[in-house]
């Protein structure tokens, strides 16, 4: 066989890199037909729409290159696709750890991917696949067909994760779509009367001011229903934040240099403060945020970097952000690379981006990594799907928004949109409460008249 391959090479009949990959025991990938391009170009389109739960690319010549074309129809699905059926390919073991294995790792819900028939795929594939399921528990109902590749016996069938609990996992992840969507409609429905709940508690951007220590809250509780002290507060909050997280002398202050073009966190503390009916600035911790921090999660995926070290140390600008609505490309971004070398970015699940004044709409998180890739100098318009966070405001309408510093620290809320605000929500209730404003409380109030009289 290698007397055979070296003739190939000497006589011109077969290019190093064909001989190489034939040394691996691989067979050499067909061209796609004119016919096949154009079936997997719409295959990919129609799921990049997020409307269909399945994307089939099976017996596509799909190999190792066209991984990433397919995973990226995937991620700009948001949630749509639970499902990649990639059988009677190409695929090596090569592609499966540089591109099959990150994606697995950033799920949150129940997936499937078909890999049978790729008999190009050897055993090494099985232990990184193994641990990108460990990863995201293997509870969650993640499921790898591998039957047909290198892969055999106890691999297979640990791969294919098919038990009682992960059968009721999909099931739960079945009934969880379906109750999100449920809420996703009747939030919609509620769309005007929110924003007149909202109309008289707006305000304009406000400056934070100087980087000294905040003075003392104006109040020591939250002045509930009067309308100066409460526009009092909200500036004083505002300021707190500012001063926090968006000035180098602050507290929570983590960029490395100036703050970075359509960048800041003092926003968002502020608005889930007064959301929480709070006098004073809330810690990210008690809504279960963590701060980036640039000698942290900087590699997150292969050979990416975070967008947050990218825009920190100057290789990439944010030049606007605009958040409209929420789900599926809920966040219009504009990037410039300033770059000298290419710039693999990525912007990853539980990423958030804050409006920049009291606008009392919803702040949005980032769903689903997004991988994004600049040459040097370019300039990029991307679209990324995000969460609403915040139920009782309304959605974005085209507003200026900015990038934080703040991110979800637990994953288990980025399954749906209706955990997101399960999540959330229950926190403002909580503090609500401890601040003697229970929701609890109201909803007896508005039905005490009905219940008067009856008997305990």
Not at 239 to 244: A, D, I, M, V
Not at 289 to 311: F, I, K, M, N, Y
């Amino acid at each position: 066989r290698e007397l055979f391959l070296l003739d190939g090479v000497r006589y011109g009949c077969l290019t190093e890199s064909k001989a190489a990959w034939l040394r691996l025991n691989r067979r050499e990938v067909p061209e796609r037909t004119a016919e096949e391009e154009e079936t997997l170009a719409a295959r990919l389109k129609e799921a990049a729409t997020g409307k269909v739960a399945v994307l089939d690319v099976t017996d596509l010549k799909i190999q190792d290159s066209d991984l990433k074309r397919v995973l990226g129809a995937v991620e700009a699905a948001f949630d749509g696709v639970s499902a990649l059926l990639l059988s009677k390919n190409y695929i090596t073991e090569d592609g499966v750890k540089a591109h099959l294995v990150p994606f697995i790792e950033d799920l949150f819900d129940c997936f499937r991917i078909d890999l049978r028939d790729n008999p190009d795929i050897n055993c090494d594939a099985g232990p990184a696949l193994a641990e990108a399921v460990r990863k995201v528990r293997p509870e969650l109902g993640v499921s790898i067909d591998t039957r047909g590749t290198g892969l055999k016996g106890e691999a297979v069938m640990s791969l294919l994760n098919q038990s009682p609990e992960t059968q009721s996992a999909a099931l739960a992840a079945d009934r969880e779509r379906k109750r999100s969507a449920s809420m996703c409609a009747d939030f919609d429905a509620k769309q005007a009367a929110i924003a007149e709940g909202w109309a008289d508690q707006t305000d304009p951007p406000v400056e934070a001011g100087s980087s000294s220590a905040p003075a003392s809250p104006p109040f020591e509780k939250f002045p509930d229903g009067d309308k100066e002290k409460l526009r009092e507060l909200r500036a004083f909050l505002a300021r707190s934040g500012g001063r926090c997280y968006d000035h180098r002398d602050g507290e929570n202050w983590s960029w490395p240099k100036a703050l970075p073009l359509n960048c800041g966190s003092g926003q968002l503390m502020a608005h889930f403060s007064y959301l929480s009916k709070a006098a004073q600035l809330r810690a990210p911790e008690d809504f279960k945020l963590r701060l980036w921090r640039p000698d942290g999660e900087s590699e997150p995926r292969g050979d990416g970097v975070l967008v947050h070290d990218a825009v920190a140390n100057g290789r990439l600008r944010l030049t606007a952000v605009t958040g409209k609505s929420y789900g599926k490309d809920a966040l219009s971004l504009k990037l410039e690379s300033r770059a000298e070398e290419p710039l693999d970015v990525v912007i990853p699940a539980g990423a958030i981006f804050q409006h920049v004044s009291w606008a009392h709409r919803q702040n949005l998180m980032v769903g689903r990594a997004v991988r994004l890739q600049l040459a040097p100098g370019e300039s990029k318009e991307a679209k990324v799907g995000a969460f609403c966070m915040n139920l009782s405001c309304g959605c974005s309408a085209d507003d200026p928004m900015q990038l934080t510093a703040l991110m979800l620290a637990d994953r288990g809320p980025l399954a749906s949109q209706g955990k997101v605000w399960d999540h959330f929500e229950g926190l403002f209730a909580k503090y609500r409460a401890e601040a003697g404003f229970s929701d609890d409380a109201k909803k007896k109030g508005k039905g005490g008249k009905a219940k008067k009289g009856k008997k305990k």
